[in-house]
């Protein structure tokens, strides 16, 4: 089945890192995603990960995957006021044709 | 520079009236999608395009109808079925199936 789950908010000091889970269900996924969101805008793809890596670093962006539990993490080092958005995670399923599945959302605040 | 644009930005409907959400994009990219955001969930898809003059369902495309007569430009009428067509659309396109999704600035439709 198709789940992506992600908790509501997180509260984050300026120059702290941040942590964002998420857990999916469906083992058959090829990518998984990490979406920006601010408000009134679009979606801003931050980093993604194919399903066969267990990591992926990208400047302050450091995503952890872990397939035996279907956890998936996007860590923000030294996070900054204009990190404040919702973040989304999204998986992409094979045998749906690669549809993107997206969590609810996780909106982050950080706080000076 | 290459991206995508939705207009209008904000679109009001009156009851029974159809109304059409603009899509262009200048990435060269064969496939185009269509999601709907309410408040405090995640995206789910309407419609999406492969490729030109071919397109599928997604999971919530009661009262939505799409056209895709070239490449640059998946236009979404929301029709008179839709009784609750209020929420925030979603354009985005991608290389293909597979490959990561970008998404244009939205548009926010409300009923008068």
């Known amino acids: 089945g198709e789940d992506v789950e992600q908790s509501l908010f997180l509260s984050v000091r300026e120059g702290d890192s941040s942590v964002i889970n998420c857990t999916y269900t469906?083992?058959?996924?090829?990518?998984l995603y990490w979406y920006k969101q601010e408000p009134g805008a679009g979606l801003q793809l931050l980093t993604y990960?194919?399903?066969?890596?267990d990591m992926k670093q990208d400047q302050r962006l450091t995503v952890l995957l872990n397939k035996k539990d279907k956890h998936l993490s996007l860590r923000i080092a030294d996070t900054q006021t204009g990190d404040s958005a919702i973040y989304f995670c999204a998986e992409s399923i094979r045998t749906a044709g690669n549809k993107l599945t997206f969590g609810g959302g996780t909106r982050v605040l950080v706080k000076p | 520079d290459g991206g995508i644009t939705q207009s209008p930005k904000y679109l009001f409907r009156k009851e029974g009236q159809n109304v059409t959400l603009s899509c262009e994009q200048n990435l060269n990219h064969d496939a185009m999608y269509w999601y709907r955001q309410d408040p405090g969930q995640g995206l789910r898809l309407i419609y999406y395009?492969?490729?030109?003059?071919?397109?599928q369902k997604g999971d919530i495309a009661e009262g939505y109808s799409v056209s895709r007569e070239k490449k640059e430009s998946f236009p979404l009428t929301v029709t008179s079925a839709q009784k609750n067509p209020t929420a925030f659309y979603l354009c985005a396109s991608s290389q293909a199936l597979d490959q990561p999704q970008h998404f244009g600035d939205g548009t926010r439709l409300s009923i008068l």
């Open positions: 469906d083992s058959s996924s090829t990518y």
């Open positions: 990960i194919f399903s066969n890596m």
């Open positions: 395009s492969q490729i030109v003059n071919d397109f």
